[in-house]
């Protein structure tokens, strides 16, 4: 099994960018599909981006053209670049396989990404 660390959030000013890394845990990385998510409060926690094993990427609507998912299995580590950042970006966010873990004790603990002036 594999577990998750987020790290790479911050505060960025609307159009700045960041990048986001997950460090995963355990042998099998690589034969995972992996998705970057984001949660707001009070809101569903949503995917935003996702990559197959071989790096097939797909992306939300309201982040293609701006973000970049990536991964490196020999590092078992997942990648987000975030260029062009909005406000409406702003959450906590996560990475997991894709479908996630169902038991919360699975998601680790996230990385605030804040998007203000």
């Known amino acids: 099994q594999v577990q998750f660390v987020e790290s790479g959030g911050g505060l960025v000013q609307p159009g700045g960018s960041l990048r986001l890394s997950c460090a995963a845990s355990g042998s099998i990385f690589s034969i995972y599909a992996m998705g970057w998510f984001r949660q707001v409060p009070g809101k569903q926690r949503e995917l935003v981006a996702a990559i197959t094993p071989r790096g097939i990427t797909n992306y939300a609507d309201s982040v293609k053209g701006r973000f970049t998912i990536s991964r490196d299995n020999a590092k078992n580590t997942m990648y987000l670049q975030m260029n062009s950042l909005k406000p409406e970006d702003t959450a906590v966010y996560y990475c997991?396989?894709?479908?996630?873990?169902?038991?919360?004790?699975?998601w680790g603990q996230g990385t605030q990404v804040t998007v203000s002036s």
């Open positions: 997991n396989k894709n479908p996630p873990y169902l038991n919360p004790s699975r």
